[in-house]
């Protein structure tokens, strides 16, 4: 199935369509985007990232919050690596993703987080 593209700043780009792994990864970087709580149809969907929002973030719980927003995608089975890079002066949360999908194949990409709330 096809759907829009979307842009890293979240705007839908309504002349193009993705489908297949880059619609997967557009959609993992899409759930890392979400607030959990933010979708009022289900109040567990996204990234919690209230994890990150404290004056030191736990990397152990940082880690696993991503682990388990990118396991809310159905096409995951495996969650292989989760990296982030953090920057508090900027409010700017980088992650780095790497899964494989029920087929078997393994692909990642990086998600950008602006403005998080600190």
């Given at each position: ?40 149809f ?14 030191i ?10 682990h ?34 029920v ?11 602006n403005?998080?709330?600190?």
């Open positions: 199935m096809h759907t829009f593209k979307y842009n890293d700043d979240g705007d839908w780009v309504f002349n193009e369509l993705v489908h297949g792994d880059e619609k997967l990864i557009q959609n993992l970087k899409h759930l890392l985007r979400t607030v959990v709580g933010e979708w009022m289900n109040n567990n969907h996204g990234f919690r990232r209230i994890v990150i929002e404290q004056k973030p736990n990397k152990k719980q940082v880690v696993q919050a991503m388990d927003c990118l396991y809310q995608e159905p096409s995951v089975a495996e969650v292989l690596s989760v990296d982030y890079e953090f920057n508090r002066i900027r409010r700017h949360l980088t992650i780095n993703f790497r899964v494989r999908t087929e078997g194949r393994e692909i990642g990409g990086e998600a950008i987080v403005q998080v709330g600190i």
